[in-house]
T-cell receptor, first 109, second 120 residues
Framework: SSELTQGPAVSVALGQTVRITCQGD??????TSWYQQKPGQAPVLVIY???NRPSGIPDRFSGSTSGDTASLTITGAQAEDEADYYC????????????FGGGTKLTVL | QVQLVQSGSELKKPGASVNVSCKAS????????VHWVRQAPGQGLEWMGW????????EFAQGFTGRFALSLDTSVSTAYLQVSSPRAEDTAVYYC?????????????WGQGTLITVSS
């Protein structure tokens, strides 16, 4: 079982806002990064640190954390945002190691 | 530009060791750690471990100790994953990723992935 818990799936209407969450004890102390993965492709970093986007990632992607829950928000979801999303942070028991959440499949309707 | 290029897909019989290479370019190899991630068919990402590209020290997640080894050849900016005595359940795509660490770490560049199929 994963120490970072994500819901398995979420859907959003085109142009609407969707939030994907990631829950875990380590998130109280350590930052979360978020990765987008489309079928047959390598993951792509979309959010890191408190709320930073790598170059090339649209500003409709944002991140936040409250307590033990990190959130990835897509404001105005586009068809191309349909993908699996994974959070990553430190392992709560061995903080020099890392762990991924189980992933959330986003469907854009 | 930064690139991580991995070796090609492999089909292995159970018990025959397999090696995956991850060649970095576009940056100073020893400035960033290399992490490895496994993705079984239809499953999520699983963090396996990482290697310090300065010291060569590797650490693994529980479940990846014993049969998995990480190594480097800094002269050619390449990291390696070795899976000893692979089993059918090791069938997966294996990714290497560069870790940018400043207070905390994130994976800013990824290899394209290497499919390892273990089957008799």
């Amino acid at each position: 079982s994963s120490e970072l818990t994500q819901g398995p799936a979420v859907s959003v209407a085109l142009g609407q806002t969707v939030r994907i969450t990631c829950q875990g004890d380590s998130l109280r102390s350590y930052s979360t990064s978020w990765y987008q993965q489309k079928p047959g492709q390598a993951p792509v970093l979309v959010i890191y640190g408190k709320n930073n986007r790598p170059s090339g990632i649209p500003d409709r992607f944002s991140g936040s954390t409250s307590g033990d829950t990190a959130s990835l928000t897509i404001t105005g979801a586009q068809a191309e945002d349909e993908a699996d999303y994974y959070c990553n942070s430190r392992d709560s028991s061995y903080n020099h190691l890392r762990v991924f959440g189980g992933g959330t499949k986003l469907t854009v309707l | 530009q930064v690139q991580l290029v991995q070796s090609g897909s492999e089909l292995k019989k159970p018990g025959a060791s397999v090696n995956v290479s991850c060649k970095a370019s576009g940056y100073t190899f020893t400035t960033y750690a290399v992490h490895w991630v496994r993705q079984a068919p239809g499953q999520g990402l699983e963090w396996m471990g990482w290697i310090n590209t300065i010291t060569g020290k590797a650490e693994f997640a529980q479940g990846f100790t014993g049969r998995f080894a990480l190594s480097l050849d800094t002269s050619v900016s390449t990291a390696y994953l070795q899976v000893s005595s692979p089993r059918a359940e090791d069938t997966a795509v294996y990714y290497c990723a560069r870790a940018y660490c400043s207070g905390d770490c994130y994976f800013d560049y990824w290899g394209q992935g290497t499919l390892i199929t273990v089957s008799s």
